[in-house]
């Protein structure tokens, strides 16, 4: 079983930056491929990044050259470093796990709300 918990949401202007973490409960989190999903107002939970259990890492278009993801295993938690922000990134944002051979998701953590003021 693991949980998670995000923190570092909150209210920025547009252009600001945030980093938000991800904590992480449980053993074996180097197994884990990490995800961040955002649910915007009124819309469907959308794919963000993603890092694999040896780094890798995956990016939606839309936060590409913006967003940078990374995990630190030695403290179970990953990160979302947040640059030139847009009012469109205004959402809530998880923090998901999953095991290398599973095929979906299976931990999401209760969410961070991120709001960006033009």
């Known amino acids: 079983q693991v949980q998670l918990v995000e923190s570092g949401g ?9 980093r938000l973490s991800c904590a992480a409960s449980g053993r074996y989190f180097s197994n884990y491929n990490m995800g961040w999903f955002r649910q915007p107002p009124g819309r469907e939970r959308e794919f ?3 890092v694999g ?8 278009d839309s936060v590409k050259g913006r967003f940078t993801i ?5 403290k179970n938690t990953v990160y979302l470093q ?5 009012p469109e990134d205004t959402a809530v944002y998880y923090c998901g ?17 991120v709001t960006v003021s033009s």
Do not use: I, P
């Open 10 to 18: 909150g209210t920025v202007q547009a252009g600001g930056s945030l």
């Open 48 to 50: 963000v990044a993603r």
């Open 53 to 60: 259990s040896v780094g890798s890492t995956v990016y939606a």
């Open 70 to 74: 990374s995990r630190d295993n030695a």
């Open 82 to 86: 947040m640059n030139s922000l847009k």
């Open 97 to 113: 796990a999953r095991r290398v051979a599973a095929r979906e998701y299976e931990y999401w953590g209760q969410g961070t709300q």
